[in-house]
Each structure stands twice: as C-alpha cells, then as structure tokens.
C-alpha cells in the first residue's frame, strides 16, 4: 500500500524559501510518476511539478524558474524546493503518486496516490 507524507510547509514572507518534503512508502520495486499539487481556498486543485520514471520534470508555468522537484531514489522521498515565494502561492500543498513507467502529466487524474498535504502561507 502506498502511503504519502508531506512535511515542511509553514509561514514565510514573501520573497523567502521553503523546502517541501514527501516521504512516500510501499512504492519500491515498481516505477513511479510523483507530483506536487496545491489548492487554495476557493480554487481548483492546481498541479504544480512533477518527476517521471525516467526523470522528466515538467512545472505549472506559475512556478517555471523558482521552484525545483528533485527525488531521492534511495530515501524515497520527494522534495519541492520553493524560491521567490509569493503571495499567491499559499495553498494547501499535496504529494501525489502514480505507478507508471511512462509519461506523467499534471493533471489530477494522473495520480492514484495522494498524500494529507501540508500548508504553505506568504505573508507580504
């Protein structure tokens, strides 16, 4: 069974830097699409960045060039490193997972496994 677990969310000022955590378990011996999505109050669920099986990272345009996803294949952890923060970036934000070999895209559907999420505030 696959089971994800956010951490590193919390309040910062706009401008400033969080790194998000996602340890994932059950998901060893088969390859796997993981994602970050967010969604704040009163809007859809937006998909954020991903990292395929093979590596491939793809990035909502609204992040392009201040937030990096990386993965630690031996720890089985994903990350999400957020620069430049600003404000409307606060959202809840979850880890999600799919098991697949090939191509992943942000959409919800793509992703069978989601983590509680943890909480990103900017403050100005």
């Known amino acids: 069974q696959v089971e994800l677990v956010e951490s590193g969310g919390g309040s910062v000022q706009a401008g400033g830097s969080l790194i998000l955590s996602c340890a994932a378990s059950g998901t060893s011996g088969s390859r796997y699409c993981m994602g970050w999505f967010r969604q704040a109050p009163g809007k859809e669920l937006e998909g954020v960045a991903l990292?395929?099986?093979?590596?491939?990272?793809r990035y909502a345009d609204s992040v392009k060039g201040r937030f990096t996803i990386s993965k630690d294949n031996a720890n089985n952890t994903l990350y999400l490193q957020m620069n430049s923060l600003k404000l409307e970036d606060s959202a809840m934000y979850s880890c999600a997972a799919e098991a697949t070999g090939g191509p992943c895209y942000l959409f919800r559907s793509d992703f069978g496994f989601w983590g509680q999420g943890t909480q990103v505030t900017v403050s100005s």
């Open positions: 990292i395929d099986s093979q590596g491939t990272r």
